[in-house]
């Protein structure tokens, strides 16, 4: 089993959990992902590797409560244990060898973005970095990216903290200044991506998107974190779960992500109910 040991809440729907996982902490990497169940009746989560420590042997997760699995995963306590804990899975991001990296991260999206940004520091990599959230109280990580980033930009949509606007509005400023990337690095809805992915394709900067679509073994058997990529089929899984942001089908991806917005709410509304009648 997985002892929790320490868990924060980063906003009102962001909770972070730290966990004893030694052998994943010794392998994990930027990018990778692990496969968690709270209970042995529990749903599969994937959930990408926000930290790491392989000294300490622990592993950070970052989840948003969206659904019925997060909520009873966000039910557990420090002290308590995991039932699965399954990792590191997936392709590490590439990092090696970029000079200029700017990194987009959008709203929970930004608990993959920054141990990518992390690491391309270390490797003096120059990071500029733009994150942005709806508002002031859902941001997470400020410091965090900023000790990690040469240049870092907030932006929020309402203007209550940070720039006012997108994070396309502040990324094409840095490429009408003339920053040229080897890689712009975009992780946070698919929307969001779609858009950051419009925009440096009429620059010509290399992109890359994290794609985290619906997903149950996270081996390649089941097919259901499939991709269209290039005009080919992909697993988000094994392929990635990076790819050339310019060659995702964003549009395809958007709509299968939606398939089951109508389970999920009726489950988390149950869930909600049996809480309730608990308390």
Known sequence: MFRIISKELLNPT??????????IAKKAEPGQFIIVRSRNDSERI?????????????????????????????TLKKGDELCDFVGPLGKPSHT?????????????????????????????????SVVGFRNRELVI?????????DRFFMMTD???????????DALERLLTEGNTYDEVIAIGPLI????????????????IVSMNPIMIDGTGMCGGCRLTVGGETKFACVDGPDFDGHQVDFDEAMSRGQMYLDFEKHTREALCRLQKEEC
């Open 46 to 74: 994937p959930l990408t590797i926000s930290d790491f420590d392989r000294e300490a042997g622990t592993v950070t997760i970052i989840y948003q409560l969206v659904g019925g699995s997060t909520m009873e995963l966000d």
């Open 96 to 128: 090696e060898g970029l000079k200029k990296v700017a990194v987009i991260g959008g709203g929970v999206g930004c608990a993959i973005a920054y141990p990518i940004t992390k690491k391309l520091h270390e490797q003096g990599c120059e990071v500029h």
């Open 14 to 23: 962001v909770s972070k959990m730290v966990v004893d996982a030694p052998l």
């Open 158 to 168: 309402d203007g209550s903290y940070g720039e006012k606007g997108l994070v396309t």
């Open 141 to 149: 990580l400020e410091k965090e990216f900023e000790k990690a980033s």
């Open 192 to 207: 969001m991506m779609k858009f950051v992915c419009l925009t440096t394709k009429k620059y010509n900067v290399k992109t």
